[in-house]
């Protein structure tokens, strides 16, 4: 297949309430979209980096710039299918947020002119996907647990509660507390350091599904540490860049369920491998999601229906995120959304949004 034209779109989106972390509070997304046309039709990738290199060290600026510079002449200037984008842009290191969106819109691409769904292309299982939903720290516990409140009443099957020092095991009890056996995850993107393992070990009392990500992402000795200290499973989230890293972190006893994103590992393929890697290693796995408009939540819902994903994901509708989406909206019913089924992403862009929330005109890159 030859790519005509690579267009990056830049939009910038609202967040219905603010979302804080441990890595700062995010009120809106700023969203870079990759078009990729060719002669049998478009396809759209999402590039799931955030504004700044907070959650990772790539951000959105970043990754508008490397496929600028890098990636578009390198994939334009030659014949390509989905499985070839990432040996074609091997030759630069890491920018693993901005390869996906170019495979992914590869691969959107293909299965349009296929016929063909991201889920049958992956190997999904099931045709509905069990939703949790990620809850950012709260102004106080009152608030958080109003929050936690709402959602329980939309149906999400599991809650994920952001945690930093200062702001874990209060929250934790109380939600705890509120929600009864309902499923309760913690999420302290690399916010502790290995001096906090007697205080996390206070975790498990809540009988906690697993506490993602407690430690940077490169030390997953520290992950060994904990998982030895703990009885509550340690999850690795940032850490898992690809499926060789998942098997070494498995292996390690470092990690017992992972969390997966595909923009985090280069792709849905590598997603895709890394899934297969942990079934075989009897590891469950659930995907993870970076506050994606539907572009990306399609693909995502796509992954979560493979077999291995046996934990609600944080696939959550539309509405927790946006007063509107960019594509046809994700609603939740009895907890579950639905897998697309249309060719390729099987959701289509709003074009008139894309306008009205640009922030900037689009980026068009040609072969030359
Ligand atoms: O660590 O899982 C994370 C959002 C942005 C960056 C990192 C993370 C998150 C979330 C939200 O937890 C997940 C979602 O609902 O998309
Ligand atoms: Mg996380």
Known sequence: MKIEAIELHRIGMPLVRPFQTSFGVQTKRDVLLVRVLTASGEGWGECVAMADPVYSSEYVAGCEAVIRDYFAPALLRVDVASETVAPTLRFALGH????????????DAELRAAGVSFAQHFGAVR?????GVSVGIAPSIDELLDEVDGYLDEGYQRIKLKIKPGWD????RAVRELIGDTLLQVDANTAYSLADIDH????????LLLIEQPFVEEDIAAHVRLARAIDTPVCLDESIVSAEVAIDAIE?????IVNI???RM???LEAVRTHDVCAELGVPVWCGGMLETGVGRAANVALAALENFTLPGDTSGSSRY?????TEPFVLRDGQLDVPTGPGSGVSVRSELLNDWALRPPIVLRAN
């Open 96 to 107: 693993r947020m901005a390869k996906a969106a170019l495979e992914t819109a590869v691969l």
């Open 127 to 131: 045709d509905r996907v069990d939703c």
């Open 169 to 172: 095991l209060e929250p934790v």
């Open 200 to 207: 996390l070990q206070k975790l498990d009392e809540f009988d």
């Open 252 to 256: 390690r006893h470092a990690t017992s």
């Open 261 to 263: 994103k595909a923009g």
């Open 266 to 268: 280069g792709g849905y």
């Open 322 to 326: 946006f007063a509107e989406d960019l």
